[in-house]
Each structure stands twice: as structure tokens, then as C-alpha cells.
């Protein structure tokens, strides 16, 4: 009887540091600064672009700055038109870049919307976005589309 009321209290304890354990790792994968976090707007639709031209991406062009309808670079893979949005933000990206994509695919004429950032999504830009078809493109992603850009770089040194 004595030993079971040291189980419970040494189970929650354990639980806790679990749980706090668990929440440290996950907030260091999703908030450790990489290089693009310290680029300037117009050098992160840079490094976007370069990344889709990385990604098998053709004819990527960066659109003018300002009445741009919300569209950043507009790029053709696999024969299928599309508008990218960059946000570079120190927080997460919310509804109103999902809606600016949304029109400016629209406007351009293209056949897929998305957005790319260097953070996360809100839940409501996520919701948006799967309502709206557009497509998101987070840091994990970005950093999916570098290493493809790293080793296609790589492959070409060795040529």
C-alpha cells in the first residue's frame, strides 16, 4: 500500500518532464534561425525564386514590386501555371496572404496559388487555404526544397 502512493506522484512527475521535454525539442526544430530568416523582403523572393528554379521550376519571373495583386513570382512546372507568394515573417503567416494569392492567381491567370515562408501557417490560414486551393509552403518545406537545391548544385560541381 506504501509503495503505490509513490507510484502515482512519480508517474505524474515523469509525465511532466515528457511533456516538457517533448514541447523544448518541438519549439527548437520549428524556431531555429536559418540564413533565409535574415534576408530582406525582396532578397527572400530571391532566394524563392532560386529555390523553384532548384525544384524544376521554368521560366521563374519575379514580378514587379508594388500592384503586384499579391503574387511574387509566377513559375511553370510540368506544364502547370503558378503564383507564389513570399511572406519572410517573424511569426506565423495568417488569412490575408492566402487571399491575396488567391486573387492574384487569378488575375495572372495561373493554374495553382501558393505561399511560401519562412515560418508557419495560422490554423485559419491552413483552413483558407484548403477551402481556397491554394497551396502552402512552410519553412519545413523551404528547407525541403534547399537540400533538393544543395544536392542538384552538387551534381552539377561533379559533372
Known amino acids: 500500500m506504501r509503495g503505490e502512493s509513490f507510484t502515482v506522484p512519480l508517474l505524474a512527475i515523469g509525465c511532466g ?16 534561425s536559418l540564413p ?4 530582406e523582403g525582396h532578397e ?14 521554368q521560366d521563374v519571373r519575379i514580378t514587379k514590386g508594388s ?6 513570382i509566377l513559375a511553370i512546372k510540368d506544364g502547370i501555371s503558378y503564383a507564389v507568394q513570399c511572406k519572410r515573417y517573424d511569426k506565423p ?6 487571399q491575396q494569392i488567391y486573387a492574384g492567381r487569378d488575375y495572372y491567370g495561373c493554374m495553382v496559388g501558393a505561399v511560401m515562408t519562412n515560418q508557419t501557417f495560422t490554423p485559419a490560414a491552413k483552413d483558407c487555404a484548403k477551402k481556397l486551393r491554394i497551396l502552402l509552403w512552410d519553412r519545413s518545406k523551404i528547407e525541403e526544397m534547399q537540400q533538393w537545391q544543395e544536392r542538384a548544385f ?3 560541381k561533379k559533372s
Open 17 to 32: 518532464v515528457l511533456i516538457l521535454l517533448f514541447h523544448f525539442v518541438w519549439k527548437y526544430f520549428h524556431t531555429h
Open 36 to 39: 533565409m530568416d535574415e534576408l
Open 44 to 57: 527572400f523572393e530571391s532566394y524563392c525564386a532560386d529555390l523553384l528554379q532548384a525544384s524544376d521550376f
Open 67 to 72: 500592384g503586384d495583386f499579391g503574387t511574387d
Open 93 to 98: 503567416v495568417g488569412v490575408f496572404a492566402v
Open 154 to 156: 552538387s551534381h552539377r
